[in-house]
């Protein structure tokens, strides 16, 4: 068996020894006699690993008391609707700072619910900047400010601190960016991250949301879209995705153990420094347009001079076991992601790989 360096954007690569942990615990695990995905959410033992994993990555985050974590199915996408229905108040208005296509996504989702302000876009400047914090229309008396931390797709990335924005709640979709580097929760009202980025499997999303934003009335909506019913039953008010949960249990003690976010921050500045290196000094062969104060330490779209060598690079990288290269269909081009559980010599690989296809083709 070869396991290659899987570049992909989501569902991404996961920690080896992760994986391997699951494998050996499949068919029995810790002795019970039955898979962990076989036995009801109520048991004295799914509930004891997911208390774990919270445990954990209230650890690894430092995620204060006075936040609920809530673990639930469904992805990025769903929260970003139950965030107007959770949130918004009835005619009320919701500011958004849009910096690349997840953050139309969050629009999207709450537009049949709630009146939106476009704070502050991106887009005409192609999406190669966070447009300053000066120049951001918010609305006074705004039941929240939404903003994506990390552009997937664009490669754009907040940077330092959380942005001020005043007495609104400032909710992040932190989907690609979880856990890479220490945040100060406190700083937010609501965090969110679907798990296949940065946490572990598809299919479970995490929300970290300020208890005191629990008590909104919020919008009409049925109980199991009701962030406060899940809260009040530890996520578990209908059957939740418990193979899902119990993995990412397994990579937030795996990124405890290998140092926490400190450790992860290194090495992902680390990583993503090389990669932009091969970049910034092939000539312009090799392009990124974000402005480099902005650029994604998790996600680096690059360009090729033309489609035909952009083939190319996809083909001839995975013949060298550089896997899932191709950028987004939206922006065309390659694309590397660099999450936690891609491993320095991933990243320089890659950018041996990138020097050596310039001299074979540039
Ligand atoms: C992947 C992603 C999403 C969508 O996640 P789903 O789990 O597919 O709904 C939303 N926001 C960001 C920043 C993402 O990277």
């Known amino acids: 068996m070869t396991r290659v360096y899987n570049f992909s954007a989501g569902p991404a690569t996961l920690p080896e020894s992760v994986l391997r942990q699951a494998q050996a615990e499949m068919l029995d695990w810790n002795g019970i006699g039955a898979s962990i995905v076989e036995i009801s959410h109520r048991s004295a033992e799914f509930i004891a690993v997911a208390a774990r994993a919270e445990a954990d990555l209230r650890k690894l985050i430092g995620i204060p008391e006075d936040y609920a974590v809530l673990f639930l199915s469904g992805g990025a996408t769903t929260q970003q609707a139950l965030l107007a229905l959770n949130f918004a108040s009835p005619g009320g208005t919701v500011d958004y700072v849009v910096t690349g296509h997840w953050g139309k996504t969050a629009i999207k989702q709450v ?179 974000v402005l480099p104060e902005f650029r994604s330490r998790m996600n680096i779209p690059f360009f090729l001079p033309d489609e035909a060598l952009t083939a190319r690079f996809v083909a001839e990288s995975k013949e060298a076991g550089l896997l899932a290269l191709k950028g987004h269909k939206a922006v065309g081009g390659l694309r590397a992601s660099l999450y936690n559980a891609m491993p320095v010599n991933g990243a320089r690989a890659l950018a041996d790989f990138m020097r050596d296809f310039q001299k074979r083709h540039g």
Do not use: C
């Open 111 to 289: 537009r049949p619910y709630v009146k939106v302000n476009i704070a502050a876009d991106g887009e005409p400047d192609g999406f190669t900047d966070i447009p300053p914090r000066e120049s951001w229309q918010l609305t006074p008396g705004a039941d929240y400010v939404h903003i994506t931390a990390n552009e997937t797709i664009h490669g754009v990335e907040f940077r330092g601190d959380a942005p001020d924005v005043g007495e609104a709640p400032l909710f992040a979709d932190f989907s690609s960016s979880i856990a890479s580097e220490p945040i100060d929760v406190s700083k937010y009202g609501v965090i969110y991250a679907g798990a296949q980025k940065n946490l572990g499997p598809v299919g479970v999303a995490v929300v970290i949301v300020r208890r005191d934003l629990l008590k909104r009335e919020g919008l009409p909506r049925a109980d199991i879209f009701d962030y406060r019913s899940h809260e009040a039953r530890d996520s578990m008010l209908n059957t939740p995705p418990t193979w899902n949960w119990y993995l990412a249990g397994l990579v937030f003690r795996w990124m405890l153990e290998e140092g926490g976010v400190e450790e992860f921050a290194r090495r992902n500045a680390e990583k993503s420094r090389i990669v932009y290196d091969a970049i910034d000094g092939s000539g312009g062969f090799y392009r990124n347009q």
